[in-house]
């Protein structure tokens, strides 16, 4: 069976998350392997490849991914996808892992994913705009709103 229709048969039984959710996750797994577990193994010097990403770092590199790509609007977009907490990721996961498209270990568990943060608070967001006079160019970056007050 194709990883195409192996898909198919996800969405089928499973109709609780938008497509466009499993893709994301993808993403943000690839950007936790290029961004957070490749600088955790810079620190330590460690040369692993293939490096198994546990549930908190995975959701780590979704906050950040999401944050990344969507901005202000993360929790808006993830909402759009019926995914609301940590633990819809967990069952995104879980269901990839169910229909093979994604590995585990035996260590892993859907409790990884139970309620690892908010998503009123690790979303909430604001954005600090930055000029780059060498780039001709304004960027934006975003800071919890959370710690503007502070």
Same mark, same amino acid.
């Given at each position: 069976?194709?990883?195409?229709?192996?898909? $198919? /048969?996800?969405?089928?039984?499973?109709? $609780?998350?938008?497509?466009?959710?499993?893709?994301?996750?993808?993403?943000?797994?690839?950007?936790?392997?290029?961004?957070? @577990?490749?600088?955790?193994?810079?620190?330590?010097?460690?040369?692993?490849?293939?490096? &198994?990403?546990?549930?908190?770092?995975?959701?780590?590199?979704? $906050? $950040?991914?999401?944050?990344?790509?969507?901005?202000?609007?993360?929790?808006? @977009?993830?909402?759009?996808?019926? @995914?609301?907490?940590?633990?819809?990721?967990?069952?995104?996961?879980? /269901?990839?892992?169910? &229909?093979?498209?994604?590995?585990?270990?035996?260590?892993?568990?859907?409790?990884?994913? &139970?309620?690892?943060?908010?998503?009123?608070?690790?979303?909430?967001?604001?954005?600090?705009?930055?000029?780059?006079?060498?780039?001709?160019?304004?960027?934006?970056?975003? @800071?919890?709103?959370?710690?503007?007050?502070?």
């Amino acid at each position: 069976m194709t990883a195409a229709e192996k898909f $198919r /048969n996800l969405l089928a039984a499973d109709q $609780r998350y938008d497509a466009e959710a499993y893709n994301f996750i993808y993403e943000a797994l690839d950007w936790t392997l290029k961004n957070i @577990v490749k600088d955790d193994e810079a620190r330590t010097k460690g040369k692993r490849m293939g490096r &198994h990403v546990t549930g908190p770092e995975l959701l780590d590199g979704v $906050r $950040r991914y999401a944050i990344e790509q969507f901005g202000c609007l993360s929790r808006t @977009v993830l909402e759009s996808w019926s @995914v609301f907490s940590t633990d819809d990721f967990g069952e995104i996961v879980f /269901n990839l892992i169910e &229909h093979d498209l994604m590995g585990k270990q035996d260590s892993d568990s859907k409790a990884d994913f &139970h309620r690892v943060y908010d998503f009123a608070e690790a979303f909430d967001v604001a954005p600090v705009f930055c000029y780059a006079p060498e780039r001709d160019e304004w960027r934006a970056a975003y @800071v919890s709103r959370a710690s503007i007050g502070q």
